[in-house]
């Protein structure tokens, strides 16, 4: 067992000992290494499969939400410029990984064989629903903005349909979220780091209330439509607000889902020793 400190080999040593190398005791290293409930977690069937696979997951859905923010970023350089530049190819490229991530979600539905099949089932439904909001996606960014005024740069165009299609995109995604969140929990309670608090976590749960601040913004501007002169305008610009903070929010958890997954997955191909196999190693 390396030190966990400078990777001395700590191996013959008392855990009443210290390492020699940087003097850190033996015990904090068998603290920060050993799970005591290594023993009880249920092996995982693949798991360089489902490592590989919640990466792909998590890494595809933050590269899509990304590309979405380089559209409208996109559309502000257009309006600013007088020019008439174009982000189709970027509406095709997120729609493209939002599949892949749906892809690599499937890892999420029965990871291993104990899980309740209630569980299985709202993950499968999730993945599902991933593959539906790719759909939405690109009839959203890829149709609807390719002919339609900019969103959020040009002013309020007086019609609906793309605020009710973008409330129904949000919904599906808050769904997908929902769902796999179970499974995705137990998963990360895989790794000791995550799970005793030694590193920052972002909760799926937080991702989805974020996105119910998004549609709130669908909903304001929805009801701004029905009003008219200042309480219009008023509308309009409180739920481009609202839309723009929960997508924010959103984006930083999806980024936080990430680094979670890369922590989970390498608990997964390499799974924490317990205290009974670290007392076998040493007879």
Known sequence: MPCV??????????????????????????LAVIDPYASVLQPIR???????????????????ALLTWGERAIDVFAVWTGESGGS????????????????????LIRPHGRLPMWKSAAALCA???CFVSA??????????DRVHTRPFVEGPTGEATRTWMRLLCTGVLAAVVLGLRLNARELAARSLVLRMGRADRQTM????AALGVAGLG???????????????????MLGIVLIAVGSMLFTAGLAGVAVDCLRIASVIVKPARSMEEMVGDGE
């Not at 400190?5 to 068998?30: A, D, F, I, M, Q």
């Not at 749960?205 to 989805?208: I, K, P, T, Y």
Request: glycine share 8%.
């Open 88 to 107: 189709g190819a970027l509406a095709w490229t997120a729609t493209a990984l939002i599949v892949v991530s749906g892809l690599g979600a499937t890892s």
């Open 46 to 64: 693949f798991p360089r499969a489902t490592a590989v696979g919640i990466v792909v997951w998590s890494c595809a859905a933050l590269g899509a």
């Open 205 to 208: 749960l937080a991702m989805a």
């Open 135 to 144: 759909v939405l996606y690109w009839k959203l960014h890829a149709q609807y």
């Open 127 to 129: 993945v599902v629903l």
């Open 218 to 236: 669908d909903v304001v501007m929805l009801m701004g439509l029905r009003t008219s002169g200042a309480m219009s305008s008023v509308a309009d």
């Open 5 to 30: 400190v400078c990777g001395y080999n700590l191996k013959t040593l008392s855990v009443r000992h210290v390492c020699p190398e940087c003097g850190t005791p033996v015990r904090v290293t068998v």
